[in-house]
């Protein structure tokens, strides 16, 4: 039940309009998932990439300083 799933979307910046595009989110029950706007659920989506994200900019704070 506590497993982390990888690779559920994806997502690329569009730098020139200051756009972030997500791809549909896949997994089991996805097709329930109709909503076009996923913000709400990008913590969710995003969170082994927000956590490795953290590890990095500390290690690079400790490192500097």
């Known amino acids: 039940i506590n497993k982390i799933k ?3 979307t994806s997502a690329q ?3 020139t309009k200051g756009i972030l595009w997500a791809a549909k ?3 089991f029950g996805s097709f329930f ?3 076009k706007n ?6 969710n989506f ?3 990439n ?3 994200n953290a ?3 500390v290690n690079s704070f400790l490192q500097s300083n």
């Open 6 to 8: 990888r690779k559920l």
């Open 13 to 15: 910046i569009v730098a």
């Open 25 to 27: 989110p896949k997994f």
């Open 33 to 35: 998932f109709r909503s």
């Open 38 to 43: 996923y913000h709400i659920a990008d913590y």
């Open 46 to 48: 995003y969170y082994t």
């Open 50 to 52: 927000v956590r490795d």
């Open 55 to 57: 590890i990095e900019r």
